[in-house]
RNA sequence: GCGCCUGUAGCUCAGCUGGAUAGAGCAACGGACUUCUAAUCCGUAGGCCGCAGGUUCGAAUCCUGCCAGGCGCGCCA
């Protein structure tokens, strides 16, 4: 519909051009609006004023121009106005409004999808946290707004890989074996002292007791590093198992689970930085090997291999994100947690210092959760190793409520995270308010089916001419602003717009249900109106699942 | 100190790449269930869009400065 108006006032303007009502057929891009206040319109240009400089006209004369020369083939325009300081404001005929109902339906689960990204390549990686502890309800949030973004790519023509970044090696999981092996120890009744840097929480003594009862003895007659090593590896790999159980819950899988370790022994790291050695992008320094990070932009340069001859974290997320690119991906986005930002323009410094374009890469950075309980902050003490894991929120709320929750606001923006509220059914709790719609949509078509017989929610262009209330009209505006909701939450990484846009649409129907009977004895009125309102389950339903939450038949 | 993010109704937040009179939910107050699910709806009230400049026909939106809060600034990840 918008796109309809936009050509017809270009081509008007062609038209007004050549017929010497216009000074220029040079163009702005055509900006077409949906006014806030009803009484300016369904839609609006301010096409006039900003082609004012380069017409030099008054903007009211260059819209009566275009006005002149208005095409309507379809006839959707009922009257249009030049209002304010040179609006075009468009009036629609409700009718015109009715063609939105069939597309949705024949297109049905594919509705709305802009073919926006051609088949390109992205990879899109979150979460990656480190196998040394439970998720969070951070965690959960990056796992749910990547897993959304990537779903919403992917409808809009993206090729899509979601990927796990696993922290295998390195300091933090020795850290973890020794925190394992020094638990094992106090188990079997030796003295310790457990030093503060080493993992606090009650799961660590959990793996080493299992580790204990696996191994006995041999933990503490094995030369230290090499049992370190074993409980480091074995403990990682049952949290990883836990970690990717919570994920399971949350309805998310992953395509790759790629292993740092994994990267380090194929050579992957040290080829990297060989390279970027010769390449004059590395020094030496302190005893230290240097990345000249800060001729690309960082603050400064930035160590990747110690004194002590042990590669950083950023050496192996050089040679990562080298990979990443070398497996053919376009477009690279990582979602990462608010507190690593400091770290983008080192990344992106290695991006560019090997030549490729750092515009491919994005990082999504989520804002903190507050986790609260009516209100009052639950205690979320690191050091102590006390804290409410991202499994408790899920067991408790659920993953519908997690989900949605996650979704319903901006990820720049910090998001208070209240458990109690989660489980309210009330208008509080968005997912419900959202979710009751399909249902009582779902409720009616079955009362229907089974009243009236009517089963086949088909086409009727005679039925669909009843909906003419003005909660009808309206209701169908909505839906038809859905594909570009999608296309514009696809652009901007920005998957709480669906979220949003799916509560105003909750919004507008539940108003209607109010007012309107469905089922009436008015065979085609009825006939019209489940046609629109299996209409706006397709649309709820659709959204819903780009966000990976269930659409219920019932609640 | 430097960098990034944030500042919109009492609270929690939207606000489309600059548009006309600023949006929603909650909380407050008043109403609507013999009706397809009241997990709902209708109405009332509530605002120097942090402050000050600038850009322009027009700014919550863009630029600069200041104030306040969060986060980061390691040969940790």
């Known amino acids: 519909m918008k796109a309809d108006i936009k050509q017809m006032i270009l081509d008007a303007a062609r038209t007004a051009f050549q017929n010497g009502e216009l000074s220029s057929d040079d163009f702005p891009a055509v900006d077409v609006e949906e006014p806030k206040l009803v009484l300016h319109g369904d839609f609006s240009t301010n096409f006039a004023m900003v082609s004012a400089s380069v017409q030099k006209m008054a903007p009211k004369k260059i819209a009566q121009a275009v006005l002149k020369h208005l095409n309507d083939p379809n006839g959707i325009i009922q009257r249009t106005e030049i209002a304010g300081p040179g609006f075009i404001n468009f009036y629609i005929h409700p009718e015109a409004w009715h063609p939105v109902l069939s597309v949705i ?48 790519l992917a409808f809009c023509g993206y090729d899509i890989s979601r990927e796990y970044y696993i922290n295998d090696a390195g300091k933090q999981v020795h850290t973890l074996g020794r925190s394992v092996l020094l638990r094992a120890r106090e188990l079997s009744g030796q003295a310790i002292v457990f030093p503060e840097e080493c993992y606090q929480g009650d799961y660590i003594r959990d793996i080493a007791k299992r580790i204990l009862g696996e191994k006995g003895d041999w933990l503490f007659f094995a030369d230290e590093e090499e049992a370190v090593s074993f409980c480091a590896a074995s403990a990682a790999k049952e949290i990883l198992a836990w970690i990717q159980e919570d994920l399971d819950l949350l309805g998310i899988r992953f395509d790759t689970w790629f292993s740092e370790q994994g990267l380090c022994d194929s050579g992957k790291v040290d080829e990297v930085i060989r390279q970027f050695t010769q390449n004059k992008m590395i020094y030496e320094q302190d005893g230290a090997r240097w990345f000249k990070t800060e001729d690309f932009g960082d603050e400064k340069d930035r160590v990747v291999v110690r004194n002590n001859g042990q590669t950083t974290y950023f050496a192996s997320d050089i040679a990562y994100h080298q990979d990443k690119f070398d497996r053919g991906f376009d477009r690279i986005i990582d979602v990462w947690g608010a507190d690593h930002h400091g770290y983008i323009p080192r990344i992106r410094a290695s991006i560019a210092a090997s030549g490729k374009d750092p515009s491919r890469f994005t990082v999504i950075l989520t804002q903190l959760v507050n986790l609260l309980r009516k209100g009052e902050p639950v205690a979320m003490g690191k050091r102590s190793g006390q804290f409410v894991t991202l499994r408790e929120v899920i067991d408790e709320v659920g993953r519908d409520a997690a989900r949605f929750i996650f979704l319903t606001r901006h990820y720049d923006s910090p998001l208070d995270f209240d458990l109690e509220l989660a489980k309210q059914q009330t208008n509080d709790n968005p997912v419900f308010y959202v979710q009751y719609v399909h249902a009582r949509i779902s409720s009616i078509l079955k009362k229907a089916a089974e009243e009236k017989n009517i089963d086949d929610i088909a086409f009727d262009p005679e039925a669909i001419r009843h909906l003419t209330a003005p909660e009808e009209i309206e209701l169908i505006k909505h839906l038809s602003r859905y594909p570009e909701t999608v296309a514009e939450s696809a652009e901007k990484l920005e998957p709480h717009r669906i979220a949003f846009y799916l509560m105003d649409l909750a919004a507008v129907f539940h108003a209607y249900y109010n007012r309107h009977r469905v089922i009436t004895d008015d065979s085609q009125l009825t006939a019209g109106r489940l046609y629109l309102v299996a209409a706006v389950r397709i649309i709820i339903r659709n959204g819903l699942h780009l966000l990976g939450v269930t659409a219920p038949e019932s609640m």
């Open 105 to 152: 339906h024949e297109k049905d689960a594919a509705y709305g999808a802009k073919d926006i990204g051609g088949g390109s390549r992205v990879q899109v990686e979150f979460v990656s946290a480190n196998p040394t502890g439970p998720l969070h309800v951070g965690h959960g949030r990056g796992a749910v707004v990547g897993d959304a973004t990537a779903a919403i």
